[in-house]
């Protein structure tokens, strides 16, 4: 009971800072015209709400950290901005000096181009010269290293607390996690790796299942810690599936590459001389990190971009008449809460995928012959 | 298409965080974790298990007092029969011993009787003996005061005796 009500006050809470942002950016439109000169953000510029870009706006990483618009100025948490460049070397400033498209030392933000939002190497009259090698401390990058915290302060105290409550029951935020880690160590680990050599790979599983869960519920709480988009993110996808990749074919063992190389129970001429069955076999070693990696970070864009569309809906009809945009909100929002508790649920189911998958791939390496 | 496109520098930072992560949690957080609760599972089974052998040791102890009470109980009541065996052992030679004695003391008395008995008829024999020895001597003189008649005696005791 006390659960849900606080998912509904989340999802609420959601929906809100996100409302107030827009109106926000849409009030700035009609008022401020001077103020909207100096800025090149998309929606104010275009004049029109465009949903597309309000959705992609929210989804894809930057390099400040935007908190909210007030009275037309964009109030963001300026994030380190990190380049090489070969004729600059490392250059290290603050996020905020790009802002509202200035030009930094020869540096700024691409508006069009394959380098679009992105940073880009100008020479003095504002023409593109490179893209400089980008390390950036960016929303992602700081929503990674908070979640990264989070995790060791949190596991570290627990482990703590499992070493000062030696043979007692469990107590507090331990007795919280305990169920998780159990059913990951008991269910995923155990059950798809099999007795032998889960206890290898449990560490592994727990790790990457407490970063997604972690990460998709701090992407679908709005406020500043959370609100990046940080496993909808392809990239970050892509790191923890090759994890997953790397683990996997580094503790392969014979019988595992046996049947990729030479695939048991598989007629002779399928091997010989054109490698076909091993051909498919490699292929698919390759695939399943890539599965991974899309479908993680499908269904949290897919979700995210859900919710917004939904709030999106409010300004398309506000646009048409303000009357108009205060009758679809309440449908707008109710749907936004509704999605906003499914991305909750889905959430979990993500986290539980990834990490389930993950170790029936290290069972199917680590399987024994039989 | 920006949103499907992995951005290098993005990939850094999160392959060396998460590897950091990846290390101090294993290290410092599921390592201590794991072992604690496998320390808790090993420690619930075996609590469960001498638990589980405590009621079956206690079930035996039972039986045991049992099988003990019911021996007892067997020994006392041969030991009773016994001792009323014994008993009456005792009691049956105790009774015969004291006829075998009351027949030997009544033998005893029967012979002292009789001796007695032949004692004093010997003396009243002897007695009489004397008692007619003296009214045979007083007849005798009172019958032989006259000389005829101690003739006539003297003649009939010769005519008795044969002279052969």
Same mark, same amino acid.
């Given at each position: 009971?006390?659960?849900?009500?606080?998912?509904?006050?989340?999802?609420?809470?959601?929906?809100?800072?996100?409302?107030g942002?827009?109106?926000?950016?849409e009030?700035?439109?009609?008022?401020?015209?001077?103020?909207?000169?100096?800025?090149?953000?998309?929606h104010?510029?275009k004049k029109?709400?465009?949903?597309?870009?309000?959705i992609?706006?929210?989804?894809?990483?930057?390099?400040?950290?935007?908190?909210?618009?007030?009275?037309?100025?964009?109030?963001?948490?300026?994030?380190?901005?990190?380049?090489?460049?070969?004729?600059?070397?490392?250059v290290?400033?603050?996020?905020?000096?790009?802002?509202?498209?200035?030009?930094?030392?020869?540096?700024?933000i691409?508006?069009?181009g394959?380098?679009?939002?992105?940073?880009i190497?100008?020479?003095?009259?504002?023409?593109?010269?490179?893209?400089?090698?980008? @390390?950036? %401390?960016?929303?992602?990058?700081?929503?990674? #290293? =908070?979640?990264?915290?989070?995790?060791?302060f &949190?596991? !570290?105290?627990?482990?703590n607390?499992?070493?000062?409550?030696?043979?007692?029951?469990p107590?507090?935020?331990?007795?919280?996690?305990?169920?998780?880690?159990?059913?990951?160590?008991?269910?995923?680990?155990?059950?798809?790796?099999?007795?032998?050599?889960?206890?290898?790979?449990?560490?592994?599983?727990?790790?990457i299942?407490f970063?997604?869960?972690?990460?998709?519920?701090?992407?679908?709480?709005?406020?500043?810690?959370?609100?990046?988009?940080?496993?909808?993110?392809i990239?970050?996808?892509?790191?923890?599936a090759?994890?997953?990749?790397?683990?996997t074919?580094?503790?392969?063992n014979?019988?595992?590459?046996?049947?990729?190389?030479?695939?048991?129970?598989?007629?002779?001429?399928?091997? @010989?001389? %054109?490698?076909?069955i091993?051909?498919?076999? #490699? =292929?698919?070693?390759?695939?399943?990190?890539? &599965?991974? !990696?899309?479908?993680?970070?499908?269904?949290?864009?897919?979700?995210?971009?859900?919710?917004?569309?939904?709030?999106?809906?409010?300004?398309?009809f506000?646009?048409m008449?303000?009357?108009?945009?205060?009758?679809?909100?309440?449908?707008?929002?109710?749907?936004?809460?509704?999605?906003?508790?499914?991305?909750?649920?889905?959430?979990?189911?993500?986290?539980?995928?990834f990490?389930?998958?993950?170790?029936?791939?290290?069972?199917?390496?680590?399987?024994?012959?039989? | 298409?920006?949103?499907i496109k992995p951005?290098?520098?993005?990939?850094?930072?999160?392959?060396?965080s998460?590897?950091?992560?990846?290390?101090?949690?294993?290290?410092?957080?599921?390592?201590?974790?794991?072992?604690?609760?496998?320390?808790?599972?090993?420690?619930?089974?075996?609590?469960?298990?001498?638990?589980?052998?405590?009621?079956?040791?206690?079930?035996?102890?039972?039986?045991?007092n049992?099988?003990i009470?019911?021996?007892?109980?067997?020994?006392?009541?041969?030991?009773?029969?016994?001792?009323?065996e014994?008993?009456?052992?005792?009691?049956e030679?105790?009774r015969?011993?004291?006829?075998?004695?009351?027949?030997?003391?009544?033998?005893?008395?029967?012979?002292?009787?009789?001796?007695?008995?032949?004692?004093?008829i010997?003396?009243?024999?002897?007695?009489?003996?004397?008692?007619?020895?003296?009214?045979?001597?007083?007849?005798?003189?009172?019958k032989?005061?006259?000389?005829?008649?101690?003739?006539?005696?003297?003649?009939?005791?010769?005519?008795?005796?044969?002279?052969?």
């Open positions: 009971m006390y659960k849900t009500l606080l998912n509904i006050l989340l999802a609420l809470f959601f929906v809100l800072s996100i409302q942002k827009s109106i926000a950016t009030n700035t439109t009609e008022k401020d015209p001077e103020h909207t000169e100096e800025q090149n953000d998309s104010a510029e029109k709400f465009n949903p597309g870009d309000f992609f706006d929210h989804i894809k990483d930057g390099y400040g950290w935007h908190l909210f618009t007030y009275n037309g100025h964009h109030v963001s948490i300026p994030l380190p901005i990190i380049l090489y460049s070969k004729n600059k070397g490392f290290v400033f603050w996020s905020s000096k790009l802002a509202h498209g200035h030009e930094h030392i020869g540096f700024k691409a508006h069009e394959d380098y679009k939002d992105k940073i190497e100008v020479d003095s009259h504002g023409e593109f010269v490179a893209r400089p090698f980008d @390390i950036s %401390i960016t929303k992602n990058v700081t929503a990674i #290293l =908070f979640s990264c915290f989070f995790m060791i &949190v596991f !570290m105290s627990v482990a607390s499992y070493k000062k409550r030696e043979g007692l029951p107590k507090g935020l331990q007795s919280l996690l305990e169920p998780l880690i159990l059913f990951i160590r008991d269910d995923i680990a155990k059950s798809s790796i099999g007795e032998k050599h889960y206890e290898k790979y449990t560490p592994f599983l727990l790790t299942f970063f997604i869960l972690l990460n998709n519920l701090l992407g679908l709480v709005p406020l500043f810690p959370g609100g990046a988009n940080v496993t909808g993110n990239t970050v996808t892509m790191a923890l090759l994890f997953t990749f790397f683990i074919n580094i503790t392969g014979k019988t595992y590459w046996s049947h990729i190389f030479n695939t048991p129970g598989v007629p002779w001429w399928l091997k @010989i001389p %054109i490698p076909l091993p051909f498919i076999e #490699l =292929f698919g070693v390759l695939i399943k990190p890539f &599965v991974l !990696m899309v479908r993680l970070f499908a269904n949290i864009s897919a979700g995210h971009i859900i919710v917004l569309g939904f709030f999106s809906l409010i300004f398309i506000g646009n008449s303000t009357e108009l945009g205060f009758a679809v909100s309440p449908v707008s929002i109710l749907f936004t809460i509704f999605m906003s508790v499914l991305e909750i649920l889905v959430a979990f189911i993500q986290a539980y995928v990490t389930i998958l993950s170790a029936i791939y290290f069972g199917m390496a680590s399987e024994e012959g039989h | 298409m920006e949103l951005d290098l520098g993005l990939l850094i930072w999160m392959l060396v998460f590897s950091v992560v990846l290390y101090v949690l294993i290290r410092f957080a599921w390592r201590p974790i794991l072992a604690a609760l496998k320390q808790r599972e090993r420690s619930i089974s075996k609590s469960l298990l001498s638990a589980q052998r405590a009621r079956e040791e206690m079930a035996k102890i039972e039986f045991g049992e099988k009470t019911q021996l007892a109980i067997i020994e006392k009541d041969n030991l009773l029969k016994e001792a009323k014994i008993k009456n052992n005792i009691i030679e105790a015969e011993k004291a006829k075998i004695e009351a027949k030997k003391i009544i033998q005893e008395a029967r012979q002292s009787v009789e001796q007695e008995k032949n004692q004093v010997n003396e009243i024999k002897n007695q009489i003996a004397a008692l007619s020895v003296d009214i045979a001597e007083k007849i005798l003189k009172q032989l005061g006259e000389e005829s008649k101690q003739k006539q005696l003297i003649d009939e005791l010769i005519k008795d005796i044969d002279l052969n």
